[in-house]
């Protein structure tokens, strides 16, 4: 590709995620887009779907005068609205915002193309297939449109991310042969559902046939959509050689391996990192002396986990009883060890009794001392109920508690009134144990700010430390723990392990981890990792030269 040539290259990139943060695509958008501006200038739009103006999210905002002489002449079918304006991140990349309610008015007729052309089984669509595919289809009418209204000369690029999008590439190769197509899918709708209903994903893995599953699991028409835009994109690719495995097996194509990501502009510079940890450390301790009723040391250790709430998918199992095993094994008693598990659940509100405990800073001894926030579903949560299984009630003769924060930490949540990465900065130490794990962004953010961190060889970035800088706190600031099908115990002891090791060392080898981390979270940006989506579009446009 040529780069900062204007008018030479136009790289649309399509997702569910673009201005909505449901996920962690949201992220890699997010956290790419100033890389992608600065190399691509204001040739790189990101389309998204639009809510609504009640509904959007506070980053997006619209901009009347951007691409107004194609919105004036754009001729969008089937009367199509969109907004444009500029994603208020680092970058501030441009984006179309793509209100695709109208299409579901020409729902059978796409689906009954779809058929005919590649195939692709929509009959057994449920949840939310239909509305992906109706956003996905808006989305390349915009790309068509544009297409059709710039200079002859300009090779466009349209980038479609996760199934959601997939018959929105699919359209485009049939109505625009010509416009370069890359499909990312972050993980594989068939592979996150068989570990999604407990079976056994990587000890079967070469015996598994993703058609075959897709019937079994009720995927059919997601899987249908994902694998047949996986093979006919001009360029596929996916987040990690993890991911490449279960693709090649699953979807039968081998794809290109674009790690993702970050920027560290996300991390306090220099002067400001001492005072910013010590505002972590200072919040997470107060809570917990509140919520235990214990008194706690300003060098208390903190440890922590967090991500979205999946029990096994996300470790958040190995972690509870991997605390667990570090409470048997905890002597020190002169030095408490928190836990905090902040994961998002069915939170109601702010626990009443904490947040006036808080406030008025008062001695009064609460009945439930394990839990921040009310939850609506007590006798349902996974993390709740096996913390109380396990009796870890935070007694005041403890030496290692733990802490469930069930609440979105975005700085309002009425315990902490702290953002997640206000937080993460005040940790000694994250454990991040996952099953299933495409990239993993929870360990990478954790090192960017120098917290050494645990993590599995199943998550992508697991993996990339293992083959990129090595296994352990000394080499890399990260302990990479072997993890399989079958050897959940052994994972246990690994993790419990090698927290009571970090722990207890002495100050010269955790300064050592701790600067380790932050080298290997600067190896990881995207800077360094734009070179492989290169690799993937010269693929794609090479690949349409050729037809």
């Not at 059978?108 to 595919?133: A, I, Q, R």
């Not at 990312?184 to 058609?211: E, F």
């Not at 096994?312 to 991997?322: H, P, V």
Request: one cysteine or more.
């Amino acid at each position: 590709m040529t780069k900062n040539k204007k008018h030479s290259n136009l790289i649309f990139e399509v997702s569910w995620e673009v201005c909505n943060k449901v996920g962690g695509i949201y992220t890699v958008l997010s956290t790419k887009a100033k890389t992608m501006n600065d190399l691509f200038q204001d040739q790189v739009i990101f389309i998204g779907p639009d809510f609504g103006k009640d509904n959007t999210s506070s980053t997006f905002k619209e901009s009347p005068r951007l691409l107004q002489a194609w919105k004036k002449n754009s001729n969008l079918p089937h009367d199509i609205k969109v907004r444009v304006g500029r994603w208020d991140i680092p970058g501030r990349p441009v984006v179309i915002l793509v209100d695709y309610k109208s299409l579901y008015n020409v729902k059978n007729e796409l689906y009954s193309d779809m058929w005919n052309k590649y195939k692709v089984d929509s009959l057994h669509g449920y949840g939310d297939y239909d509305e992906s595919c109706m956003f996905a289809y808006g989305a390349a009418l915009v790309i068509e449109s544009y297409a059709k209204y710039i200079e002859k000369d300009t090779q466009v690029y349209a980038h479609f991310d996760e199934w959601t999008t997939g018959m929105g590439l699919l359209y485009l190769k049939s109505s625009m042969p010509d416009i370069a197509t890359v499909f990312t899918t972050h993980a594989t709708s068939i592979g996150r559902s068989i570990c999604g209903n407990n079976k056994p994903l990587y000890d079967y893995m070469n015996g598994y046939n993703g058609d075959q599953m897709a019937d079994e699991l009720n995927m059919q028409s997601k899987h249908s959509l994902e694998k047949t835009a996986a093979l006919t994109a001009d360029s596929f690719t996916t987040v990690s050689d993890v991911t490449a495995v279960e693709c090649k097996q699953l979807i039968g194509r081998e794809p290109i391996v674009t790690p993702n990501g970050f920027e560290l502009n996300f991390v306090p510079v220099k002067t400001q990192f001492t005072k910013k940890r010590k505002q972590a450390r200072t919040k997470l301790i107060e809570v917990a002396k509140s919520l235990i009723g214990v008194d706690l040391a300003d060098d208390t250790l903190l440890i922590g986990t967090s991500g979205r709430n999946e029990f096994r998918n996300k470790g958040l199992d190995a972690f509870i009883d991997s605390v667990n095993v570090l409470r048997s094994k905890w002597t020190a008693s002169d030095r408490k060890v928190v836990a905090f598990m902040m994961v998002p659940a069915w939170v109601k509100e702010a626990r009443a009794d904490l947040s006036m405990k808080l406030a008025n800073n008062s001695d009064c001894a609460l009945e439930n001392r394990i839990i921040t926030h009310d939850i609506n579903n007590y006798n349902d949560d996974a993390i709740y109920g096996k913390m109380r299984y396990l009796n870890m009630c935070n007694n005041a003769d403890d030496n290692v508690y733990i802490i469930y924060v069930p609440s979105y930490l975005n700085g309002d949540d009425g315990i902490f009134n702290m953002n997640y990465y206000d937080l993460l900065i005040g940790f000694d130490c994250t454990v991040f144990a996952s099953y299933y794990e495409p990239w993993g962004y929870t360990p990478m953010e954790s090192v960017a700010f120098s917290v050494p961190t645990i993590t599995t060889e199943l998550s992508g970035f697991g993996q990339w430390v293992l083959n990129e800088h090595g296994d352990g706190f000394d080499k890399s600031g990260v302990k990479v723990v072997h993890r399989t099908d079958s050897n959940y115990s052994e994972v246990v002891a690994q993790i419990s392990d090698a927290l009571y090791t970090y722990l207890t060392s002495d100050e010269e080898y955790v300064i050592n981890a701790r600067n380790n981390a932050r080298t290997t979270a600067e190896s990881a940006t995207w800077d360094n990792f734009m070179k492989h989506y290169e690799v993937a579009y010269n693929q794609a446009l090479n690949k349409i030269k050729n037809l």
